[in-house]
């Protein structure tokens, strides 16, 4: 099979190649096991350091018609579509926003249209979606409200996906991502990327800034979890997938203050107390409107599955990455 990675040296890209080259195989359209044998690692910047017959990296903007032209061709059997500018900023620039994560959506989409090889097609959506009056729980038939230009142009994203996959042009998934937790590196423009960082910064003897209220419920996936119902996601068949092409993924419901009360049994007092409350209106507006729980019944259906506990969570990051300078 051969398989096109978009974002591919982003967090959840480069996880996602690690673990396709690992399986080795993949479910194609007609339900048959078939091995991996070309993944095209694509991205605006390299993917470095995946030394691989299979992969093939590949650089260039993903809203340049041109790109996608040579990008994708009738031979890709499946495409992960993970390649986005972040929440804060598709807020900060609105042009931006719309070019890479709404208009290169809907090239890719209809650069498929014309080549009519109708690949399956698995997407990253979001939570963001989501926004004004929410219930205590979202149910998966909740309506979309985005308060962002990234939940809209998510939502926008997701509609035309439904619609395209309706028509047979492309198999399409698109999985309704929680916050992914916890992110290795520096801090990022995500609105949420404070969720990583009062984990990760004060685990490596930083202090942090926390700026929402300790009472902010967020809804969260592990970076493991998030890899394996993105590869759950694609081995599903068009038959599974009769009540809807938008999945709102399951995840762990918890306030900041549960989040850092799990760091603080993990690794002490000294470790949670580098954490400083300072509160950010913009950050807040945006994480604010998202939902902290949902019912995800129809993923569940599927087969999705979530993290349960978040100090394994915290447990998997100091496994992955040793702290340091603690
Ligand atoms: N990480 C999360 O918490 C989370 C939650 C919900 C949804 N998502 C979605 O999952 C996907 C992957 O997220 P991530 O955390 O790995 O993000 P990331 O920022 O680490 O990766 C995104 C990648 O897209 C690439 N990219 C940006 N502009 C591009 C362009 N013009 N052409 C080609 N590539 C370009 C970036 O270089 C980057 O490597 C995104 O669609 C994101 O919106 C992530």
Not at 58 to 81: K, M, N, R, W, Y
Not at 212 to 230: E, F, G, K
Not at 279 to 287: F, G, K, L, Q
């Amino acid at each position: 099979m051969n398989i096109l990675v978009t974002g591919a040296a982003g967090f959840l890209g480069r996880r996602l190649i690690e673990a396709l080259l690992l399986r080795g195989a993949l479910t194609d359209r007609q339900g048959a096991t078939q091995s991996i044998s070309k993944i095209v690692a694509f991205d605006v910047v390299p993917l470095n350091g995946l030394d691989d017959p299979r992969v093939e990296v590949v650089c260039g903007d993903i809203a340049d018609p041109q790109v996608l032209e040579t990008l994708v061709t009738a031979d890709v059997d499946s495409i992960f579509h993970l390649a986005a500018v972040v929440s804060s900023q598709a807020e900060q620039d609105f042009e931006l926003g719309m070019r890479i994560n709404f208009i290169a959506t809907q090239q890719l989409l209809e650069r498929i249209r014309k080549i009519g090889s109708c690949p399956k097609w698995v997407m990253t959506s979001s939570v963001a979606v989501f926004g004004g009056q929410l219930p205590a729980q979202v149910e998966d038939h909740h309506v979309w409200a985005p308060q962002s230009s990234y939940g809209t142009q998510k939502a926008m994203n997701d509609l035309l996906l439904a619609d395209y996959s309706r028509r047979g042009f492309v198999d399409g998934r698109s999985l309704r991502m929680p916050t992914i937790v916890v992110r290795p590196g520096k801090p990022n423009l995500a609105a949420s990327s404070f969720a990583s960082g009062i984990i990760r910064e004060p685990l490596n003897g930083q202090e942090s800034v926390c700026p929402v209220p300790l009472d902010t419920r967020l809804w969260l996936m592990s970076p493991a979890q998030a890899i394996v119902n993105l590869i759950h996601g694609h081995e599903l068949s068009a038959a599974q997938l009769a009540q809807g092409r938008v999945i709102n993924m399951p995840g762990l419901s918890i306030t900041v203050e549960q989040m850092i009360d799990a760091l603080r049994r993990t690794a002490g007092d000294e470790v949670a107390n580098r954490i400083r409350l300072e509160p950010n209106p913009a950050i807040e507006r945006i994480v604010g409107s998202w939902p902290g729980s949902f019912t995800a019944a129809y993923a569940q259906q599927l087969g999705f599955t979530a993290d349960h506990d978040f100090t394994d969570v915290i447990g998997q990051f100091i496994a992955e990455y040793p702290p340091q300078g603690r």
